[in-house]
């Protein structure tokens, strides 16, 4: 299934279940809000199906998998993943499960309500881990890339799918959101106890270089992107292709700005 078409049968499904917003928004507001965001989407599943081999059928874990939108995509293609989350989402995965099954074999998409730190992951578990918003809220973040170093094979691959913790918008909106309080804990119900957690805690890419390298990653560096920094009113129903390349031509040849403006940022790591 291309991701082409998979979004399209994404957006019948939001269409026919509301429980999924307000994570997604993708068929709600005007052409080029509906755009805007499905440039985003697209770009980001684009980047993770490019860095993903699946002609061995590798084994792949997408921690923090929320609804599950990642793991389905890779299920409709016959690749097998295994997707971990906590909170509210799970409640929808039955019922996703339903919907998808008219396309493909959605057991190949093998789900569980977990947190990281409670896991009993073996040693070289995985050729990939995708980790798709989801380091922002894994505290201590350290103690969970050593996990994730553990759990990959040799020459194993991190995809990072995150927002740039640089960008000088998001940051403003995040502090009004929750100041400078970017570690909390809260009360998990299906667990029965307090999880750390962190809030919103996006980094840039200085940081991450940082920490991945500290906890025995390196960055491949031609993974490197920048990504969503044109406003929706540029967006058309025919030019998001064309959106995309503009964007990438300004990142390319601003490259100080894009730390600073552009809102999205992914980084593939290999294990050392």
């Known amino acids: ?102 396309y493909g074999n959605t057991s190949l998409f093998c789900y569980q309500y977990a947190n990281l730190f409670d896991q009993q992951i073996e040693a070289e578990s995985f050729d990939y881990i995708i980790l798709q918003d989801t380091l922002h809220h894994i505290e201590p973040v350290e103690e969970g890339l050593r996990i994730f170093h553990k759990a990959l094979k040799k020459n194993g691959k991190l995809i990072l799918v995150e927002e740039n913790g640089d960008c ?27 999880v750390l957690m962190g809030n919103e805690n996006i980094r840039s890419e200085q940081l991450w270089r940082q920490l991945f390298n500290k906890n025995g990653f390196h960055l491949l560096e031609d993974s490197l992107k920048y990504i969503r920094v044109l406003p929706s009113l540029c967006y058309k129903k025919d030019n998001l292709q064309r959106m995309a390349d503009k964007e990438q031509a300004l990142s390319m040849r601003h490259r100080a700005l894009r730390k600073k403006l552009f809102f999205g940022l992914n980084m593939v790591f290999e294990k050392q």
């Open 168 to 194: 000088l918008l998001k940051r403003l909106m995040l502090f009004h959101q929750r100041g400078n309080k970017r570690i909390i804990s809260q009360y998990d119900e299906v667990l029965q106890k307090e």
């Open 1 to 102: 299934m291309s991701i082409e078409e998979f979004y399209e049968h994404l957006c019948e499904e939001l269409r026919q279940n509301r429980s999924l917003y307000p994570y997604y928004k993708l068929t709600d507001g005007s052409v080029a809000t509906q755009m805007f965001r499905k440039a985003y989407f697209i770009q980001r599943l684009q980047y993770i199906d490019h860095f993903v081999n699946i002609e061995n059928k590798p084994s792949m874990w997408d921690c923090g998998c929320g609804y599950g939108t990642t793991g389905l995509f890779f299920a409709m293609k016959g690749q097998p993943v295994t997707g971990t989350t906590l909170e509210y989402y799970a409640e929808e995965w039955e019922k996703r499960r339903t919907f998808w099954s008219k």
